[in-house]
Each structure stands twice: as structure tokens, then as C-alpha cells.
């Protein structure tokens, strides 16, 4: 059966890569405009939410399905977390989150052509085997927060096999949030991995659920002796489980 969808799943990838580009070409100008300064970057969050990513999750006919278990709450500036399985991840991201964020990435994506020139200007770039560009993040994170903005990682600091349900959950996050009196706002993405996972010969059309989970103060963030494990658990446990968003669903 997979033999036969092969052709569709191609088709289906190939897609994606023509949703993510004809955005970019048609508001090219605009875009090039909202990357000169850091006083336009709100602008540019604007386009990269409210076009791009809807463009591209609507025609792959992944529309989001997002809840929150106590609402959005803006100030103080969040680090954002959630699990990381597919490409799908950014899109949905922007569309989850209402306020300007930043994300934190991994450097090499900024040799990719067209999207890199955008992801240099806009993300915090990390060299995880370099302890200087390590440092660097620290203090860049403290300059996007003092423009006002979150700033969103995926703890598990990469893709992991498409086998391993959450990977382990890296520290940088968590204690980036403590030093800078961040709270925690972790999310999860349910329905990535099975909609576009990075397994060519997979995937489909389909709704994603997100769910927001209560957050984490900065205060109380400081009193887990864990925090990696700590909010690891409770996402693996939601993805098993769904347990809330069934609550969610069914309206208790």
C-alpha cells in the first residue's frame, strides 16, 4: 500500500516546499523591508503569522486547532516550549502564538538559500559545539527581551528518530528562563509527526492540535531541583496520554 502513496507522498512534500515559497516571493519586497531594523520586526511577525504560515498550513490542509488551558498571558516575556518532530513545528508555532517571539535555532539553517538570508536576521542562531556562540545566545535573548519580545526553543535541540516519542530535554531553555526571570509557557504539538514527519514516504492532510499548557513563573521555575525532567514528564505524558485535551474536547 505504502508502494502505491509513494507517488502522493512526494507530491505532498514537493507541496510544501511550493506553499513555503510563493509567499515569500509575492511579499519579497515587504519582507526584505521588515528585516532592516529591529523596530520592524514586528511587521515581519506579522507577515510570517498572518500570511506565511496560515498560507502554508491551510494548503497542506493542516488547519490548527489550538487551546489554551489559561489563556495567553504577555507579560513578563515568556520562553516558549514545545516537542520538536517536523517542519510543521514553525508554522504552527507562529500561528499559536499570538505576541512576537523569537525563535532560538540552530545556526546551519541559515545556509538553506532565500530562508536563510530571513533566518539570520530574525532568529537567534546557536552553534551547539561552540561555548562561545552558547554565551552569545544568553546575551542576545537579553536583548530581544528588552524589545518586549518571548523568545520560543524547542528543548530537545533537534529532530530525534522518528522511534522516540520526546526526546530528552536540554537545559539551555530552562535555565535561560531563570536568569532572566522568564516563566515557562510549554505547549504541545500533537499531530506534527503524523501530518509531515521527516520520513519522506508519510504523512497527510489533517488538523493540529495544540494544546497550551498552565505555565510555569519564573519564581516557581527556580524551585525544581529538575526542570529539564520536570516539563519533559509532563508533555510525554500529555502526548501518551491526552488526557487534557480529551478533557479539552469534551468540554470539561
Known amino acids: ?14 507541496w510544501f516546499y511550493v506553499l513555503a515559497a510563493i509567499p515569500i516571493g509575492i511579499m519579497f519586497p515587504f519582507l526584505l523591508f521588515s528585516v532592516l531594523s529591529p523596530r520592524t520586526y514586528s511587521f515581519f511577525y506579522w507577515l510570517a503569522r498572518s500570511i506565511w504560515a496560515r498560507f502554508i498550513l491551510y494548503g497542506m490542509g493542516c488547519p490548527p486547532r489550538i487551546h489554551r488551558m489559561d489563556g495567553w498571558k504577555s507579560k513578563p516575556p515568556q520562553m516558549i516550549i514545545a516537542n520538536h518532530t517536523s517542519m510543521l513545528d514553525i508554522m504552527l508555532m507562529l500561528r499559536a502564538c499570538p505576541e512576537p517571539f523569537v ?26 559545539g561552540n561555548a562561545q556562540s552558547k554565551a552569545e545566545v544568553y546575551r542576545a535573548v537579553q536583548e530581544r527581551l528588552e524589545r518586549g519580545l518571548h523568545v520560543c526553543i524547542f528543548p530537545e535541540g533537534g529532530v530525534p528518530d522518528e522511534s522516540v516519542a520526546l526526546d530528552r530535554f536540554k537545559s539551555g531553555a530552562f535555565r535561560m528562563a531563570a536568569q532572566h526571570g522568564m516563566d515557562i509557557a510549554p505547549m504541545v504539538f500533537y499531530d506534527c509527526k503524523q501530518r509531515f514527519s521527516w520520513s519522506y ?27 529539564p ?24
Not at 1 to 14: G, K, Q
Not at 231 to 252: A, H, P, Y
Open 103 to 128: 525563535f532560538v535555532g540552530k545556526k546551519e539553517l541559515e545556509k538553506i538559500p532565500v530562508f536563510g538570508f530571513f533566518y539570520r536576521r530574525v532568529c537567534i542562531l546557536v552553534d551547539r
Open 1 to 14: 500500500m505504502r508502494l502505491l502513496l509513494a507517488p502522493f507522498y512526494i507530491l505532498y512534500r514537493v
Open 229 to 252: 525532567d520536570h516539563f519533559r514528564g509532563i508533555l510525554l505524558q500529555e502526548l501518551q496520554e491526552e488526557q487534557l485535551w480529551k478533557k479539552f474536547k469534551n468540554g470539561s
Open 201 to 227: 514516504f508519510k504523512g497527510g492532510p489533517g488538523p493540529l492540535r495544540v494544546l497550551q499548557l498552565p505555565g510555569t513563573t519564573s519564581e516557581e521555575l527556580k524551585q525544581l531541583e529538575d526542570a
